[in-house]
């Protein structure tokens, strides 16, 4: 199976902030990899695939680079509702993988 | 506008069988791939398995030989069972849609159902 690591587990920021989160995988994946958030108590809301491609309906603040094992979603100028958790998945190969998670919080 | 929702019982008994149904609106089930995830309390992601309108089936291998997916074109909804069901399959079990995407040849998730909690417990 392929890991998908998230770095760091958590994070702290301020509203208006610029936030990145890494995201590495066991083994190339191309592009195959994509972004989700999830509010407490909430399904998970999909917001990139294809590493860089937003998903229909979601702002460009969102961004993610990166190809091959490593991968990138920035944040820009966070709002309260941007505080969440999220998740990278990859979509390479079988079965597909989730990373850890990384909670953003309000500092 | 597409939307998933998961039914099914919320209490399943030890070494008994989960079934869950994802009856999906807004569009056809046809020409996508279907999904099972879940999320154990307090914890993260897990992929359960994927589904094709065709019959094609995915599992994850750490599940394979408990889960069967199927799909009902009639009633435009796609169904999980796992069976011997322990305390360790206690989560949320969301569905979710996976459409092709042209440019890379691959299908990637896109809408999402609210999720259902399943707790197996006597």
């Known amino acids: 199976d392929i890991q998908m690591t998230q770095s760091p587990s958590s994070l702290s920021a301020s509203v208006g902030d610029r936030v990145t989160i890494t995201c590495r995988a066991s083994?190339?994946?191309?592009?195959?990899l994509a972004w989700f958030q999830q509010r407490p108590g909430k399904a998970p809301k999909s917001l990139i695939y294809?590493?860089?491609r937003l998903q229909s309906g979601v702002p460009p603040k969102f961004s993610g680079s990166g190809s091959g094992t490593d991968f990138t979603l920035t944040i820009r100028s966070l709002q309260p509702e941007d505080f969440a958790t999220y998740y990278c998945?990859?979509?390479?190969?079988?079965?597909?993988?989730f990373g850890q998670g990384t909670k953003l919080e309000i500092k | 506008q597409v939307q998933l929702q998961e039914s099914g019982p919320g209490l399943v008994e030890p070494s008994e069988t989960l079934s869950l149904t994802c009856s999906v609106s807004?569009?056809?089930?046809?020409?996508?791939?279907w999904n099972w995830i879940r999320q154990p309390p307090g914890k993260g992601l897990e992929w359960i398995g994927s589904f094709s309108h065709s019959g094609s089936a995915n599992y994850n291998p750490s599940l394979m030989s408990r889960v069967t997916m199927s799909v009902d074109r009639s009633k435009n909804q796609f169904s999980l069972k796992l069976t011997s069901v322990s305390a360790a399959d206690t989560a949320v079990y969301y569905c979710?849609?996976?459409?092709?995407?042209?440019?890379?040849?691959?299908?990637?998730?896109?809408?999402w159902g609210r999720g259902t909690l399943v707790t197996v417990s006597s």
């Open positions: 294809a590493a860089s």
């Open positions: 998945q990859q979509y390479n190969s079988y079965p597909y993988t």
């Open positions: 083994q190339a994946i191309s592009s195959y």
């Open positions: 979710a849609r996976a459409r092709f995407d042209d440019l890379w040849s691959t299908y990637y998730f896109d809408y």
């Open positions: 807004g569009d056809s089930i046809n020409t996508y791939y």
